[in-house]
Nanobody, 115 residues
């Protein structure tokens, strides 16, 4: 079992940047890592994901603005968020997956984009 703890959320003005971090309690070497978000009244959605081999994919709404990365030595995953918009406001969750059945979630970190 892997425990995940997110950090780095907060209040930022439109156009600003934040870097989210996800600390894992064990090795993430073989896990696909993902960042999801859930805004009030909406379903949780995938924001960005990175495979164990380093391949990435992004939601269309964040392409060119967000970057996902991982550090398998430190057992960390990151989400660099630039050019933030009010519609990026949500609780952001870190996920670790080892197909076909293992999936772990963090507790989430709030990101609020507002002037």
């Amino acid at each position: 079992q892997v425990q995940l703890v997110e950090s780095g959320g907060g209040l930022v003005q439109p156009g600003g940047s934040l870097r989210l971090s996800c600390a894992a309690s064990g090795s993430i070497r073989f896990y696909a890592m993902g960042w999801y978000r859930q805004a009030p009244g909406k379903q949780r959605e995938l924001v960005a994901a990175i495979t164990s081999g380093g391949s990435t994919n992004y939601a269309d709404s964040v392409k060119g603005r967000f970057t996902i990365s991982r550090d398998n030595v430190k057992n960390m995953a990151y989400l660099q968020m630039n050019s933030l918009k009010p519609e990026d406001t949500a609780v952001y969750y870190c996920n670790a997956q080892l197909p076909p059945t293992l999936s772990f979630w963090g507790q989430g970190t709030q990101v609020t984009v507002s002037s």
